[in-house]
């Protein structure tokens, strides 16, 4: 069992910036992947970037790059997504997710996650 906390969100005007964090506990393991997907009312939910755990490695959906930034701290049981220059496109509930570290690499595919957190709310307004 992985159990994945989301903390963070909140609001904020465009431009601002906001730090989320992800809390992972569990039968998770040293080189998995945790990844951050959104979800925004009407859409479908998207992979926005994910980190594997062991190496560091990231990755980033071209909709966020050079804005978001996702990192570890040393222990590696928190992951951070930091949101930098925020548009009201950001606007939706932020989930982190677990899984194999190798599902990192295909993309940040929903359907490849199989641990998922309960989310957090982010909205930006103009």
């Known amino acids: 069992q ?3 906390v989301e ?5 904020v005007q465009a431009g601002g910036s906001l730090r989320l964090s ?3 506990s569990g039968y998770i393991y040293s080189s998995d992947c945790v990844g951050w997907f959104r979800h925004a009312p009407g859409e479908e939910r998207e992979g926005v970037a994910g980190i594997v755990r062991g190496s560091g490695s990231t990755y980033y959906a071209d909709s966020v790059k050079g804005r978001f ?3 570890q701290i040393n222990d590696m049981n928190t992951v951070y997504l ?4 925020l548009k009201p ?5 932020y989930y982190c997710a677990a899984d194999r570290n190798w599902m990192c690499s295909r993309g ?3 359907s490849d996650f199989s641990h ?3 989310g957090t709310q982010v909205t930006v307004s103009s």
């Open 2 to 4: 992985v159990q994945l």
């Open 7 to 11: 903390s963070g969100g909140g609001s």
């Open 22 to 24: 992800c809390a992972a």
């Open 69 to 71: 930034t996702i990192s």
């Open 82 to 85: 930091h949101m930098n220059s």
């Open 89 to 93: 496109e950001d606007t939706a509930m």
């Open 108 to 110: 940040l595919l929903v």
């Open 116 to 118: 998922w957190g309960q």
